[in-house]
C-alpha cells in the first residue's frame, strides 16, 4: 500500500507512547481540568449571573463540546501524528488549519504562564507567620492599601458605635459626615431627605485580598488615569522572575519528552481534588456560604438566559476553552495512545469529569463570595471586582480565615501552579511537536528545541509583568478563547462534511471501537448538524453583539481594539493564507484545484490513512477508508478539472 509506505517515515515509530494507559487518561485530565476550571469557569460564570450560566453552558458541553473534542481524540489516535500533518492530509486544500490551531495555544500559554507566576508569587508572599492580606493594616498592604480597604477581621476590632475606614476605627457619625451625610437612628447614614443610606454602600468595601492583587503584586493606582496603554509603568521585577522561574520548570518537565511528564501526572491531576474538597469543608461552615450558593451559584435569571446572548456565547467558548478543543492538543496527547484504544470511553470520561470539576470548584468559590458578602453586608454582585483576577481575590479571603492559614495558603497555590503546568505542558507540547513533525531531523536536538521554544515563550508574557499589563493579559485571554470557536467551525466542517462522517466513523470502526447504536446515530446527529449550527449561531451572535475592549470603565484606544481583532482573527489568517499558497502552488504545476468542490484538495491525499504501526491483525484487511479515497480521487482526475 504505497499511501501506508510513505508515511512511515513520520509515524509514532520514533515518536514514543504512553507508558501506560492511566499515564494517557491523567495527563488529558489534566489538560481538561486545570486554570479552565478553578481560574477562568468561576469569573466567566460569575460575569454572567452564576446559575444563569449553567444552563448554556452544560447544554453546550452535551451537544459541541463533547463531540468535537471526541472528533480529536478519534483523529490523533488513528494517525498518530500533529494536527499540521493530520489536516494537511484529510484536506490539503485546507493544509493551514492545523498551523491555525497551533496560534492559539502558542498565544495562550503566554498569559497561562503569568498565572501560574502570580500563584508562585502569592506561595513565596504567604512564607510569613501573617498572610499579608488577612488585614488591611498589614505591614505589607498598610502603605499600598486604599481608605475604603475593609475586612470583618479589622472591624471587629471596633467599638459599636465606630467602623473601620481610612485603616483605622472611626466614629459612625463622623463616617456619614466624611460622605455629606448625618447619622441616622439604626446607625446608618440618611442625607438631609431623610433618605437612608445603609453603612455598607455609603463608599465601595474593598477586600484586603482585592488591594492585595490590584495595588501590591500588579502595582496598579488608577485604571485609566495613571494605568492607561500610553502609561504602562515599571516593570514588576519579582513577577517578572517568577514568570522565568515557570518556564524553567517547564522546559525541565518536557525535556525528555511528553511520556516522561506522564509519570508526574498521578500527582498533577488529582492532587487538586484533595484541595478542593478540603476547601469545601472548612468555608462550609463559615456564614454565608449557604447563601453564595444556593442564592446566585445555583439560581437562574430566567429572563437573562432568553435576552442576554452573551450569556450564551461565554458558555460555549468556555466549554471549547476548558475542554482544550480547536487547538491540537487533545488530538496530539492521544497520537501517543495505541491504536485500539477505546478513546470513546475516554471522551465521555474526560469530558464531563472536566465539567464536574468546574461546577465542583464553583462550589468552593461562590460559597466564599457568600462569606464575604455576609462579613462586608454587601449584594454578592458587587462583593468584589469580576474579571480575570477573581480566583485571585476569592480564595486568598477564604484562605485568611482558615486556621494554619500560610499552610492553606502554600497547599491552594501549589496546586493553582501545578494545574497550570498541566494546561501549559498540553499546549506547549502540540507546538513543539508540530516542528519536530515537520522537521523530522530536528527529533535528535529535542532538549534544545524545548529549551530554546520556551525561551520564546518567556519574552511572549513579559508584556504582561507591567502595572498595564493586565490590558495585555485581557486582550489575551478574551479573544483568544473566541478564536477557538471560529477553528471548531471550520475543523467539524471539515471532516463531517469535506472528508465525510461516514467515512469518518469507518475509521473508528478500524480502529476497533465499539459504541452503541444510540450512541452513533447521536454522535453521527451532533457532527453534521446540530454542532455545526451551533458553532455558527454563537459566532454570528458573538459578532452582532460585540462591545469595545475595556477594563473597570476604561475603554481602550482605537489602535488597542484593532490589536484585539488582530489577535483574535491572527489563527484565521494563518489558514486562510496557507490554503491560499497551496491553491496557487497547484495552479502554478498545472495540477487541478477544484477548490470549492469535491476535489484534490478537499478530499484525502495519498498520504492519509491509519498509522502505520497499528496491530499486524490490520494486515491483509482491506482498508475501506483508503478505497473509498481512490474512488473519489480517480472520479475528480476523470470530471474535476479546472
Same mark, same amino acid.
Given at each position: 500500500?504505497?499511501?501506508?509506505?510513505?508515511?512511515?517515515?513520520?509515524?509514532?515509530?520514533?515518536?514514543?507512547?504512553?507508558?501506560?494507559?492511566?499515564?494517557?487518561?491523567?495527563?488529558?485530565?489534566?489538560l481538561?481540568?486545570?486554570?479552565?476550571?478553578v481560574w477562568?469557569f468561576?469569573?466567566?460564570?460569575y460575569?454572567?449571573?452564576?446559575?444563569?450560566?449553567?444552563?448554556?453552558y452544560?447544554?453546550?458541553?452535551?451537544?459541541?463540546?463533547?463531540?468535537?473534542?471526541?472528533m480529536?481524540?478519534?483523529?490523533?489516535?488513528?494517525?498518530? $501524528?500533529?494536527?499540521?500533518? *493530520?489536516y494537511? +492530509?484529510?484536506a =490539503?486544500?485546507?493544509?493551514g488549519?492545523?498551523?491555525? /490551531? #497551533?496560534?492559539?495555544?502558542?498565544?495562550?500559554?503566554?498569559?497561562?504562564?503569568?498565572?501560574?507566576?502570580?500563584?508562585?508569587?502569592?506561595?513565596?508572599?504567604?512564607?510569613?507567620?501573617?498572610?499579608?492580606?488577612?488585614?488591611?493594616?498589614?505591614?505589607?498592604?498598610?502603605?499600598?492599601?486604599?481608605?475604603?480597604?475593609?475586612?470583618?477581621?479589622?472591624?471587629?476590632?471596633?467599638?459599636?458605635?465606630?467602623?473601620?475606614?481610612?485603616?483605622?476605627?472611626?466614629?459612625?457619625?463622623?463616617?456619614?459626615?466624611e460622605?455629606?451625610l448625618?447619622?441616622a437612628?439604626?446607625?446608618?447614614?440618611?442625607d438631609?431627605?431623610g433618605n437612608? $443610606?445603609?453603612?455598607?454602600? *455609603?463608599?465601595k +468595601?474593598?477586600? =484586603?485580598?482585592?488591594?492585595?492583587?490590584?495595588?501590591k /503584586? #500588579?502595582?496598579?493606582?488608577?485604571?485609566?488615569?495613571v494605568?492607561?496603554?500610553?502609561?504602562?509603568g515599571e516593570c514588576?521585577?519579582?513577577?517578572?522572575?517568577?514568570?522565568?522561574l515557570?518556564?524553567v520548570?517547564?522546559?525541565?518537565?518536557?525535556?525528555?519528552?511528553?511520556?516522561?511528564?506522564?509519570?508526574?501526572?498521578?500527582?498533577?491531576?488529582?492532587?487538586?481534588?484533595?484541595?478542593?474538597?478540603?476547601?469545601?469543608?472548612?468555608?462550609?461552615?463559615?456564614?454565608?456560604f449557604?447563601?453564595?450558593?444556593?442564592?446566585?451559584?445555583?439560581?437562574?435569571d430566567w429572563?437573562?438566559?432568553?435576552?442576554?446572548f452573551?450569556?450564551?456565547?461565554?458558555?460555549?467558548t468556555?466549554?471549547?476553552y476548558?475542554?482544550?478543543?480547536g487547538?491540537?492538543s487533545?488530538?496530539?496527547?492521544?497520537?501517543?495512545?495505541?491504536f485500539?484504544n477505546?478513546?470513546?470511553?475516554?471522551?465521555?470520561?474526560?469530558?464531563?469529569g472536566?465539567?464536574?470539576?468546574?461546577?465542583?470548584?464553583?462550589f468552593?468559590?461562590?460559597?466564599?463570595?457568600?462569606?464575604l458578602a455576609?462579613?462586608?453586608?454587601?449584594?454578592?454582585e458587587?462583593?468584589?471586582?469580576e474579571?480575570?483576577?477573581?480566583?485571585?481575590?476569592a480564595?486568598?479571603e477564604?484562605?485568611?480565615?482558615?486556621?494554619?492559614?500560610p499552610?492553606?495558603?502554600?497547599?491552594?497555590?501549589?496546586?493553582?501552579?501545578l494545574?497550570?503546568?498541566?494546561?501549559?505542558?498540553?499546549?506547549?507540547?502540540p507546538?513543539?511537536?508540530?516542528?519536530?513533525?515537520?522537521?523530522?531531523?530536528?527529533?535528535?536536538?529535542?532538549?534544545?528545541?524545548?529549551?530554546?521554544s520556551?525561551?520564546?515563550?518567556?519574552?511572549?508574557?513579559?508584556?504582561?509583568?507591567?502595572?498595564?499589563?493586565?490590558?495585555?493579559?485581557?486582550?489575551?485571554n478574551?479573544?483568544?478563547?473566541?478564536?477557538?470557536?471560529?477553528?471548531?467551525?471550520?475543523?467539524?466542517?471539515?471532516?463531517?462534511?469535506?472528508?465525510?462522517?461516514?467515512?469518518?466513523?469507518?475509521?473508528?470502526?478500524?480502529?476497533?471501537?465499539?459504541?452503541?447504536?444510540?450512541?452513533?446515530?447521536?454522535?453521527?446527529?451532533?457532527?453534521?448538524?446540530?454542532?455545526?449550527?451551533?458553532?455558527?449561531?454563537?459566532?454570528?451572535i458573538g459578532?452582532?453583539?460585540?462591545?469595545?475592549?475595556?477594563?473597570?470603565?476604561?475603554?481602550?484606544?482605537?489602535?488597542i481594539?484593532?490589536?484585539?481583532?488582530?489577535?483574535?482573527l491572527?489563527p484565521?489568517?494563518?489558514?486562510?493564507?496557507?490554503?491560499?499558497?497551496?491553491t496557487?502552488?497547484?495552479?502554478?504545476k498545472?495540477?487541478?484545484?477544484?477548490?470549492?468542490?469535491?476535489?484534490?484538495l478537499l478530499?484525502?491525499?495519498?498520504?492519509?490513512g491509519?498509522r502505520?504501526?497499528?496491530?499486524?491483525?490490520?494486515e491483509?484487511?482491506?482498508?475501506?477508508?483508503?478505497e473509498v479515497?481512490?474512488?473519489?480521487?480517480d472520479?475528480?482526475?476523470?470530471?474535476?478539472?479546472?
Amino acid at each position: 500500500n504505497k499511501k501506508e509506505d510513505d508515511s512511515k517515515d513520520d509515524t509514532t515509530n520514533d515518536r514514543g507512547e504512553w507508558g501506560n494507559h492511566y499515564e494517557y487518561f491523567l495527563t488529558s485530565l489534566g489538560l481538561a481540568v486545570g486554570l479552565g476550571n478553578v481560574w477562568r469557569f468561576p469569573y466567566v460564570c460569575y460575569q454572567n449571573g452564576g446559575g444563569t450560566f449553567l444552563i448554556p453552558y452544560l447544554l453546550c458541553l452535551l451537544f459541541c463540546g463533547l463531540p468535537l473534542y471526541f472528533m480529536e481524540m478519534i483523529l490523533g489516535q488513528y494517525t498518530a $501524528t500533529s494536527c499540521t500533518k *493530520v489536516y494537511a +492530509r484529510l484536506a =490539503p486544500g485546507l493544509k493551514g488549519l492545523g498551523y491555525g /490551531m #497551533l496560534a492559539i495555544p502558542t498565544m495562550m500559554t503566554f498569559y497561562y504562564t503569568v498565572i501560574m507566576a502570580w500563584s508562585f508569587y502569592y506561595m513565596f508572599m504567604g512564607f510569613r507567620s501573617e498572610l499579608p492580606w488577612k488585614s488591611c493594616n498589614t505591614t505589607v498592604l498598610f502603605e499600598v492599601s486604599t481608605e475604603n480597604c475593609y475586612s470583618k477581621y479589622d472591624n471587629d476590632f471596633c467599638a459599636e458605635e465606630e467602623t473601620f475606614w481610612n485603616k483605622s476605627c472611626i466614629a459612625k457619625t463622623l463616617f456619614c459626615e466624611e460622605f455629606g451625610l448625618s447619622l441616622a437612628g439604626d446607625g446608618n447614614c440618611e442625607d438631609s431627605n431623610g433618605n437612608i $443610606t445603609d453603612l455598607a454602600t *455609603v463608599t465601595k +468595601r474593598i477586600t =484586603p485580598s482585592e488591594e492585595f492583587f490590584k495595588r501590591k /503584586m #500588579l502595582k496598579q493606582t488608577s485604571i485609566g488615569v495613571v494605568n492607561t496603554w500610553s502609561s504602562y509603568g515599571e516593570c514588576q521585577y519579582e513577577v517578572l522572575g517568577c514568570l522565568a522561574l515557570c518556564w524553567v520548570i517547564i522546559a525541565i518537565s518536557l525535556v525528555r519528552g511528553m511520556q516522561s511528564y506522564g509519570k508526574l501526572t498521578y500527582f498533577i491531576t488529582l492532587f487538586p481534588y484533595v484541595v478542593l474538597t478540603t476547601f469545601l469543608i472548612m468555608g462550609s461552615q463559615k456564614n454565608g456560604f449557604k447563601e453564595g450558593i444556593t442564592g446566585f451559584y445555583m439560581s437562574a435569571d430566567w429572563d437573562r438566559l432568553f435576552s442576554d446572548f452573551d450569556v450564551w456565547v461565554a458558555a460555549c467558548t468556555q466549554i471549547f476553552y476548558s475542554l482544550g478543543v480547536g487547538v491540537g492538543s487533545q488530538l496530539l496527547l492521544c497520537s501517543y495512545n495505541g491504536f485500539n484504544n477505546n478513546c470513546h470511553r475516554d471522551a465521555w470520561l474526560i469530558g464531563l469529569g472536566n465539567s464536574v470539576t468546574s461546577i465542583y470548584a464553583g462550589f468552593v468559590v461562590f460559597g466564599t463570595l457568600g462569606t464575604l458578602a455576609y462579613n462586608n453586608n454587601v449584594p454578592i454582585e458587587s462583593v468584589i471586582t469580576e474579571g480575570a483576577g477573581l480566583t485571585f481575590q476569592a480564595y486568598p479571603e477564604a484562605i485568611a480565615q482558615m486556621p494554619s492559614a500560610p499552610v492553606f495558603n502554600f497547599l491552594f497555590f501549589f496546586m493553582l501552579c501545578l494545574l497550570a503546568m498541566s494546561s501549559i505542558v498540553g499546549m506547549w507540547e502540540p507546538t513543539v511537536a508540530a516542528i519536530l513533525d515537520e522537521l523530522p531531523k530536528l527529533r535528535k536536538y529535542r532538549s534544545y528545541v524545548y529549551i530554546f521554544s520556551c525561551f520564546v515563550a518567556f519574552l511572549g508574557g513579559v508584556s504582561c509583568c507591567f502595572p498595564s499589563g493586565i490590558f495585555m493579559f485581557n486582550l489575551l485571554n478574551d479573544h483568544t478563547a473566541n478564536t477557538v470557536l471560529y477553528v471548531a467551525l471550520i475543523e467539524i466542517t471539515v471532516v463531517s462534511w469535506f472528508y465525510g462522517v461516514d467515512r469518518f466513523l469507518d475509521n473508528v470502526d478500524e480502529m476497533g471501537i465499539w459504541m452503541p447504536r444510540p450512541l452513533r446515530y447521536f454522535w453521527k446527529t451532533c457532527w453534521v448538524f446540530i454542532a455545526p449550527m451551533l458553532c455558527f449561531v454563537i459566532t454570528v451572535i458573538g459578532f452582532t453583539t460585540r462591545k469595545m475592549d475595556q477594563n473597570e470603565g476604561y475603554v481602550y484606544p482605537p489602535v488597542i481594539q484593532a490589536l484585539a481583532w488582530f489577535i483574535e482573527l491572527s489563527p484565521i489568517a494563518v489558514i486562510a493564507l496557507v490554503s491560499l499558497w497551496v491553491t496557487v502552488s497547484n495552479w502554478v504545476k498545472k495540477e487541478p484545484i477544484a477548490f470549492l468542490r469535491s476535489g484534490p484538495l478537499l478530499s484525502p491525499s495519498e498520504e492519509w490513512g491509519p498509522r502505520a504501526d497499528r496491530p499486524k491483525l490490520a494486515e491483509g484487511k482491506e482498508n475501506l477508508s483508503f478505497e473509498v479515497a481512490d474512488k473519489v480521487d480517480d472520479d475528480d482526475d476523470n470530471t474535476n478539472n479546472v
